[in-house]
Nanobody, 124 residues
Framework: QVQLVESGGGSVQAGGSLRLSCVAS????????MGWFRQAPGKEREGVAA????????VYADSVKGRFTISQDNAKNTLYLQMSGLRFEDTAIYYC?????????????????WGQGTQVTVSS
């Protein structure tokens, strides 16, 4: 089992920055792939960024490339999402997710464990 707890959400004006954190606990073999997803009202959940925890390889959605950075601190079992240049359309609930396997992907079906989510609101 894996537990994920997100924090760091909040309200910010367009152009501002936020950093989300996700503390992971439990079986590390079940979380070698970790990612951030978001869901806006009335929209489907979408993958934002993902990382393979051993190699550090990353992937980003086109909509956030150059603005968001995913990183990890393995000593603290913590995943981060640094968000800069925030836009109104980035407003959503952001979820941390974990899964196992060799594929680096933003497809939600590849993730087994999910956090409770943290709200990010960007005002224009």
């Amino acid at each position: 089992q894996v537990q994920l707890v997100e924090s760091g959400g909040g309200s910010v004006q367009a152009g501002g920055s936020l950093r989300l954190s996700c503390v992971a606990s439990g079986d590390s073999y079940q979380r070698n792939r970790m990612g951030w997803f978001r869901q806006a009202p009335g929209k489907e959940r979408e993958g934002v960024a993902a990382i393979m925890t051993l190699s550090g390889r990353t992937v980003y959605a086109d909509s956030v490339k150059g603005r968001f950075t995913i990183s990890q601190d393995n000593a603290k079992n913590t995943l981060y999402l640094q968000m800069s240049g925030l836009r109104f359309e980035d407003t959503a609930i952001y979820y941390c997710a974990a899964g196992s396997g060799p594929t680096l992907t933003l497809r939600a079906a590849y993730y087994t464990y999910w956090g409770q989510g943290t709200q990010v609101t960007v005002s224009s």
